[in-house]
């Protein structure tokens, strides 16, 4: 079964930046796609970006792509997602998937204070 464990978030200044991980196990899929979603409170999820496992580009959101970028690490098992010129409205709970399933991970909580 494909597990995703993401870690990363915490308390941020408005401003700075941070780097969530996505730690993906039990693929069988060499063609799976990780998405990083988040969700805030009382709002529906919200995609933010998506990479192929195994090659080619991410995909990310047009009203984030100044500020999001999305890579991977084949090595580590890791799917990263970077974000600078955080904003109050960047706390959410961001959560990774897989397309295979889907499956999802629990997330993890970013917090930006002004």
């Known amino acids: 079964q494909v597990q995703l464990v993401e870690s990363g978030g915490g308390l941020v200044q408005a401003g700075g930046s941070l780097r969530l991980s996505c730690v993906v196990s039990?693929?069988?899929?060499?063609?799976?796609?990780i998405r990083w979603y988040r969700q805030r409170s009382g709002q529906e999820r919200e995609f933010l970006a998506g990479?192929?496992?195994?090659?080619?580009?991410?995909g990310i959101t047009d009203s984030l792509k100044d500020r999001v970028t999305i890579s991977r690490d084949i090595a580590k098992n890791t799917v990263y997602l970077e974000m600078i010129n955080l904003k109050p409205e960047d706390t959410a709970t961001y959560i990774c998937s897989s397309l295979e399933g889907p499956y999802w991970g629990r997330g993890t909580l970013v917090t930006v204070s002004s």
């Open positions: 039990g693929l069988t899929s060499r063609d799976d796609y």
């Open positions: 990479i192929w496992w195994h090659g080619g580009n991410g």
